[in-house]
């Protein structure tokens, strides 16, 4: 697989390349220094393979170097807005939200090929292929042996989704209690930069992507500081299963609001060390995301062509998303 560029990269490689450049700056590292890819992954909450994939995004840009297995700091100062991609990326994001919204309302089968996406939604064969990269990187896709793609299984009914919930409620504030909890150092910060924006953004159908990434590593965030492998394997599973879910967004943009607010009430919490208010904080918001009412539509930013906009009367409450 080619190095990632800002074009090509994914939402997870440019947000976990900007955070290594937080991290950098927070600390004053200077051009010269050598980095640790297992110490970047541990700092930052995640395994090394994302780790590596941020590091090859930053070298493409010239702020770092590979020197067999180090890597040596070349441009700590390297404006972040450089990660931003130049191009596709609203395109690619709203390819994402219409394949989302036809697995949800069963008009796109468990089984596509490329030719088929690109014939379903008009979408060019490059945005096709970067959508179904992201999608297999998250694991929602995998490639058949012979031709196509086969999507993996999500949250297909009421009961997975209300299912989910529950075992969600049960694991997520228990992390909080763990004996080893422990923020890793400027996780807040950077979830309070990765959140805020989205107050102040005029919602589009495509923001769901950038969205859901952000709240996905929210969650994750937190369950891999409880030092409890078990737990954030159980939560890493549960974002890759509600993926498609909160990429089709159904709830409307006044709902992402109070879903920002209370992820930050929940780190402001977490700061002032008060972890029982905050498990019962994180308990209290997945029960209310679990009580959500889907929002009428107007239909995805793609439709398949020679078709309308969805009923919204149509019974999607199984793949209504929840944060």
């Known amino acids: 697989m080619p190095d990632p560029s800002p074009a090509t990269a994914s939402p997870l490689q440019r947000n976990l390349a900007r955070s290594i450049l937080d991290l950098l700056k927070d600390r004053g590292a200077a051009p010269g220094e050598r980095l640790s890819r297992a110490a970047l992954a541990e700092a930052l909450g995640v395994s090394r393979t994302p780790v590596n994939g941020a590091v090859a995004l930053l070298e493409s840009l010239g702020a770092v170097v590979t020197e067999g297995r ?17 191009g596709e990326e609203s395109g690619v994001a709203r390819l994402l939200v219409a394949i989302a919204r036809g697995r949800a309302d069963g008009t796109l089968p468990e089984e596509v090929s490329e030719r088929q996406l690109a014939q379903i939604y008009g979408a060019g064969r490059t945005a096709v292929a970067q959508a179904l990269g992201r999608l297999a990187e998250a694991g929602v896709v995998t490639r058949n042996r012979g031709h ?17 919930y529950r075992f969600r409620m049960m694991i997520e504030p228990g992390a909080l209690l763990e004996p080893g909890f422990a923020l890793p150092p400027g996780f807040a910060d950077r979830m309070r930069r990765a959140h805020e924006p989205f107050l102040r953004r005029d919602w589009k159908d495509a923001d ?32 890759r299963l509600r993926m498609l879910a909160n990429y089709s967004w159904r709830v409307g943009p006044a709902r992402v609001a109070v879903s920002v607010r ?54 999607v409450t199984a793949r209504t998303p929840g944060r």
């Open 70 to 86: 180090a890597v040596r700091l070349l441009n700590p100062d390297l404006d972040a807005s450089a990660l931003r991609p130049q």
């Open 148 to 164: 196509g793609w086969r999507f993996a299984e999500g949250l297909s009914s009421l009961a997975d989704r209300a299912a989910s």
């Open 262 to 315: 209370e992820h930050l009430t929940i780190l402001d919490t977490l700061q002032a060390g008060d972890r029982e208010r905050a498990a019962l904080q994180m308990r209290l918001h997945l029960a209310d995301a679990m009580a959500l009412q889907p929002a009428p539509t107007d239909g995805c930013t793609l439709q398949p062509h020679g078709t309308s906009p969805a009923n919204p009367a149509e019974d």
């Open 208 to 239: 769901a992507v950038p969205f859901f990434e952000v709240n996905a590593q929210f969650h994750i965030g937190l369950a891999e500081a409880s030092g409890n492998r078990f737990i954030a394997a159980a939560v890493a599973q549960q974002n």
